[in-house]
């Protein structure tokens, strides 16, 4: 008699007798705490309890049939899509990616996706969802405290700046109030002091503001030219000169992201290449593209950075700082990282240091 093979969910395939190894495969999938759900195309074929349980709130009640998208955030669908398309045409052996999904009851999750095909049959692919949800609560109270932090640093910058248009308001209402006639270029000195604290004020209001819950199409050159702008106070005491360019893009320099994140990568960047650059140095900021990313660089003249250390920037508590904490370059790597960005470091001691920063540059289908 012939043996033929057996295929057991999640891509295990043996051949030879039934009966002489009986493992129920299904029920130990079953017992696994991440959701499992097997697709063909986007139609889901098998979901083990946990799936059931996260998306329809009953581990009883199987999804077969139904197709993923009335779990995924629409929003979300081309990432899932263009990783399906790359599993399936064998361009990736195993893709992953952060999504939100939803219940039936719209309950939404944040969640890691891991897609690869099932090792014995090439037409179906297996989704791993994880929960990340704790994650993501830690990473966003990190975040929070990192730009009180850095409020708190920028604020003697920002008063002296809020400062000066104050003084000159008060002077030239002070001599209105001694004219019978009514000055219109004093007028129009006022008008302009009070929209330059209102500039201020808004920009301060981006590091308050909760994480938006939904990416937009972000224009980079925008976020660099507003960061800058809450150093200037800062670079003029210390004689720093500081430079921002961008290529000709196109269609600008965007991408498919939250600018109150992005922004506060510029920002921690640019306050350690200030702390790290001596009085008369300069910062270099440049916006460049590429086919498919949108790249970033902000370069300092400073004390530069061991070659040893560079490998640990990034890590909780890791600081090259007599007095940080290393949380601002943690917070920065991990919006890079949410962004499916990434962050290459060049560094040479007494030299100075350059990020690199690329992301997936924003395409029409990201809306």
Avoid at 41 to 47: A, L, R
Wanted: aromatic share 6%.
């Amino acid at each position: 008699m012939t043996n033929k093979p057996i295929i057991f969910l999640g891509g295990i395939s043996m051949s030879g007798n039934r009966n002489s190894i009986d493992l129920n495969f299904k029920k130990m999938i079953d017992q696994i705490a991440d959701a499992i759900l097997v697709l063909s195309d986007e139609t889901i074929v098998y979901s083990n309890r946990s799936a059931n349980q996260i998306l329809s709130f009953d581990e009883r009640t199987p999804l077969s049939g139904i197709s993923i998208g009335m779990f995924v955030n629409p929003e979300d669908m081309p990432l899932l899509r263009d990783a399906l398309t790359k599993i399936t045409t064998c361009q990736s052996e195993k893709h992953s990616l952060q999504l939100t999904i939803h219940s039936s009851n719209n309950f939404k999750l944040p969640a890691l996706i891991n897609v690869q095909l099932l090792q014995a049959c090439d037409s179906l692919v297996q989704l791993s969802i994880h929960d990340i949800s704790a994650r993501k609560a830690a990473e966003e109270s990190m975040i929070q405290s990192e730009k009180l932090s850095v409020i708190g640093e920028l604020s003697a910058g920002i008063i002296h700046e809020i400062r000066n248009p104050l003084t000159s308001i008060k002077g030239f209402l002070q001599l209105m109030q001694t004219s019978e006639k009514l000055n219109k270029d004093y007028l129009e000195i006022i008008m302009r002091e009070i929209e330059q604290i209102e500039k201020i004020t808004t920009e301060l209001l981006y590091f308050t503001k909760p994480k938006s819950d939904r990416f937009t199409k972000i224009n980079l050159t925008t976020i660099a030219q507003e960061s800058v702008r809450l150093f200037e106070t800062q670079t003029l005491k210390r004689n720093i000169k500081m430079c921002l360019e961008a290529d000709n893009a196109d269609d600008g320099h965007c991408l498919y992201g939250d600018k109150t994140q992005l922004k506060q990568v510029f920002v921690n960047l640019i306050k350690n290449a200030l702390e790290a650059t001596p009085k008369g140095g300069t910062i270099s900021i440049l916006l460049s593209s590429t086919a498919n990313t949108e790249e970033i660089s902000i370069q300092d003249t400073g004390s530069g950075i061991p070659e040893p250390l560079i490998h640990n920037l990034g890590r909780s508590f890791f600081t090259t700082k007599a007095t940080g904490t290393g949380l601002g370059l943690m917070v920065t790597y991990t919006i890079v990282k949410n962004h499916n960005g990434s962050v290459h470091v060049q560094s040479e001691e007494n030299k100075g240091t350059t990020f690199q920063l690329s992301f997936p540059k924003w395409k029409q289908q990201d809306d």
